[in-house]
């Protein structure tokens, strides 16, 4: 979890123009998408170490307080980045590698479509 968390700092430190370390204390306060990634590293933590409640919680902390909805059991490499994330959901056997960025409006873990309510 930490080794991602710093990636995800490292990939918007290199974004940031600012020389100035106030851009993660602003990116905690002020960027939903970082908010979404920070608190999906954490429910996924809380998920691998079986913690039984405090997973899907924090999962919905997240939706609640930045519109993106990943599943505590999706896993993202290292320099995960969420732009305009309102309407994202995520479900559970989404398996996403490294420097991914997420835009508006996307959905990702559905196996089939006759699963989502949509018959071919």
Not at 4 to 9: F, G, H, I, P, Q
Not at 92 to 111: E, H, I
Request: charged share 15%; hydrophobic share 45%.
């Amino acid at each position: 979890m930490w080794d991602n968390l710093k990636a995800d700092t490292r990939r918007l430190r290199e974004i940031k123009t600012r020389g100035a370390p106030w851009y993660v204390i602003e990116s905690l306060l002020f960027e939903t998408g970082y908010q979404a990634v920070v608190l999906h590293r954490l429910a996924a933590w809380f998920k691998s170490h079986r913690v039984p409640v405090l997973g899907p919680l924090v999962a919905r902390w997240n939706q609640f307080l930045t519109g993106v909805d990943i599943a505590p059991a999706a896993k993202f490499g290292p320099g995960l980045r969420i732009s305009h994330g309102t309407g994202i959901v995520v479900g559970n056997s989404v398996v996403v590698g490294s420097d991914c960025l997420m835009m508006q409006s996307v959905t990702l873990g559905a196996p089939t479509l006759a699963r989502i309510g949509v018959m071919p």
